[in-house]
């Protein structure tokens, strides 16, 4: 491969990585072809990019980009495949849902929201990683909560007071 196609390729995914801002790191050797489409399928299916990248490429490329990844680097060896997405727990959730019929693909590591998980001991941890989306909705219920409370102590105590002030006002007639 020349310089100029190796130049093309780290630039090609410094843009990923400043695009999606979740990333992980597989290893998805050993799949064979049928497998590896039916995996890509799904990822397509799921708005997940995946791109098999040489390991050298993708250590330049996240060296040229803004975060700290150096954490990432002891597990660039072998095949490594890198699942883009924008929601932090999707891929966790294909490869977690892959491997009920298959051995791989086996996580390496993962940049999810600002942090970095290595080793596949983590996959269950990331499944479970809220999106903003879910935690903002979270907070909106515990924050409706107290309100709702109100509400409906103030309901049924009017309905309370309101016997108790008719109970009264028979009793003086």
């Known amino acids: 491969m020349r310089r100029e196609e190796k130049t093309a390729i780290i630039d090609s995914l410094a843009e990923r990585l400043k695009e999606y801002s979740h990333f992980y790191l597989t290893d998805t050797a050993q799949l064979d072809a049928a497998d590896t489409s039916d ?17 050298t490429l ?44 298959h051995d791989k693909p086996v996580l390496k590591g993962a940049y999810v929201q600002e942090s970095i998980y290595i080793g596949d ?27 709702r409370n109100v509400i409906s102590a103030l309901q049924s105590g009017g309905n309370k007071i309101h016997g108790v002030l008719e109970t009264l006002s028979k009793k003086q007639e």
């Not at 995996?39 to 040489?54: S, T």
């Not at 490329?61 to 727990?89: H, I, R, W």
């Open 121 to 147: 001991n983590m996959l269950d941890a990331l499944v479970s990683v809220k999106t903003r989306e879910e935690l903002i909705g979270d907070i909106i219920l515990l924050l409706q909560s107290p309100a």
């Open 58 to 101: 993708l250590k330049r490329a996240l060296e040229m980009s803004e975060g700290n990844f150096e954490e990432l680097y002891p597990v660039l060896k072998g095949t490594t495949s890198v699942m883009f997405s924008q929601t932090g727990n999707m891929p966790a959730k294909l490869i977690k849902e892959f491997r009920k019929k």
């Open 39 to 55: 995996l890509r399928r799904k990822c397509f299916e799921n708005d997940v990019k995946l791109v098999v990248v040489k390991n």
